[in-house]
């Protein structure tokens, strides 16, 4: 009489994987990302609260981080949604497929694809962003 043992079943599978995934973890959460105490004083500084530069770029065209975003008045609280406070500003330029040569060196390669691959419906408005609505949760 022979007893044949069928080796790899679901149940070890899973168990292997669930050790795989387990060691995974271990090793993965013991690699972490650390800040020097020099660089963490510059949050706030020189450094928006999320790490950015606060400072503009030397050309001017990146503006300097300055978050004067104010809650409008007509906000009502819980439940209710903020006023567009920048609803009838206007962009400060558009990128089409016909002026792409003038921005160029300012795209991405990827962005550049875009209007090469989409030159009749693609196109990129640009606004002062140093006014950006977001800036109140800083």
């Given at each position: 009489?022979?007893?044949?043992?069928?080796?790899?079943?679901?149940?070890?599978?899973?168990?292997?994987?669930a050790v795989a995934v387990a060691?995974?973890?271990?090793?993965?959460?013991?690699?972490?990302?650390?800040?020097?105490?020099?660089?963490?004083?510059?949050?706030?500084?020189?450094?928006?609260?999320?790490?950015?530069?606060?400072?503009?770029?030397?050309?001017?065209?990146?503006?300097?981080?300055?978050?004067?975003?104010?809650?409008?008045?007509?906000?009502?609280?819980?439940?209710?949604?903020?006023?567009?406070?920048?609803g009838d500003e206007k962009p400060?330029?558009?990128?089409?497929?016909?002026?792409?040569?003038?921005?160029?060196?300012?795209?991405?390669?990827?962005?550049?694809?875009?209007?090469?691959?989409?030159?009749?419906?693609?196109?990129?408005?640009?606004?002062?962003?140093?006014?950006?609505?977001?800036?109140?949760?800083?």
């Amino acid at each position: 009489m022979k007893i044949r043992i069928k080796i790899g079943s679901t149940l070890s599978t899973f168990k292997q994987s669930a050790v795989a995934v387990a060691i995974s973890s271990l090793l993965i959460s013991s690699v972490q990302a650390k800040v020097s105490s020099a660089e963490a004083t510059k949050l706030g500084k020189n450094l928006t609260p999320v790490g950015a530069e606060k400072a503009g770029n030397a050309d001017g065209s990146i503006p300097a981080w300055t978050p004067e975003f104010k809650i409008p008045a007509e906000y009502q609280g819980s439940g209710s949604r903020y006023v567009d406070p920048y609803g009838d500003e206007k962009p400060l330029f558009t990128i089409t497929a016909e002026n792409i040569e003038q921005y160029k060196n300012k795209l991405s390669p990827g962005q550049v694809k875009m209007f090469e691959t989409f030159p009749d419906t693609f196109s990129m408005q640009y606004a002062d962003l140093s006014k950006s609505p977001c800036r109140w949760i800083f």
